[in-house]
């Protein structure tokens, strides 16, 4: 009676997405938007062209995952340094120090990327969106809360300047440049309170908050 031999099957080999976009990002950087295609992507990553849209699935989905990731990065420093607070301001405070603390290197590949990717309408909006999400919660009636939203532009303007080197800052400049635009921020809560109490006399929190000073 003759055995029937069965081939091995392997498992399926599996994609690593971090691996992928990492070579998405780097010929982006290198060569720009009309380096990222598919195929490319594929021979840079040593994978199949099949694996890549299995991951991401056109090249949208790709440039998508791409600013995706980076935003999640930059989300989770800032979460740790509010340490917890949900007050706009402390969001804002921590964006600017996360900003302020990031390698120039990687700062202006970020800028590189953006700038290829942004063009296009649909991540165009997405950063629109993620940009509008820094500052929700600020309240453009109080004095302090725009002194945050000045800050945040000023913040990332520099951000910007020194990723695409149109400023040559020195550590030193780049330092003073955050000193000042941290002080916009700085805790004022005398003049915060009497804004707070302006708005609503009738708040006994405050008058409480004031007898125990």
Aim: net charge negative.
């Amino acid at each position: 009676m003759e055995t029937k031999k069965f081939k091995k099957i392997g498992r399926p080999r599996v994609v690593d997405r971090n691996k992928v976009l990492d070579a998405a990002e780097h010929l982006l950087v290198e060569g720009g938007i009309e380096a990222l295609t598919m195929d490319n992507v594929a021979r840079e990553a040593g994978i199949t062209k099949g694996g890549v849209q299995y991951c991401f699935g056109n090249k949208d989905g790709l440039m998508r995952a791409i600013i995706n990731r980076w935003s999640a990065v930059f989300d989770v420093k800032v979460n740790i340094c509010k340490q917890g607070s949900t007050d706009p301001r402390a969001h804002i405070a921590a964006h600017i120090k996360v900003t302020r603390e990031g390698e120039q290197t990687d700062d202006s590949r970020f800028s590189a990327m953006m700038a290829s990717l942004v063009p296009n309408s649909e991540q165009l909006e997405e950063s629109r969106k993620w940009y509008s999400h820094q500052i929700d919660g600020l309240d453009m009636n109080d004095p302090a809360d725009r002194k945050a939203r000045l800050a945040f532009i000023a913040a990332e303007g520099a951000f910007l300047l020194r990723s695409f080197n149109l400023f040559a800052f020195t550590e030193s400049q780049w330092q003073e440049i955050y000193d000042d635009i941290e002080k916009l921020i700085a805790p004022e809560q005398d003049s915060s309170r009497a804004w707070h109490q302006a708005q609503n006399p009738s708040d006994p929190s405050d008058h409480m908050e004031a007898a125990s000073d």
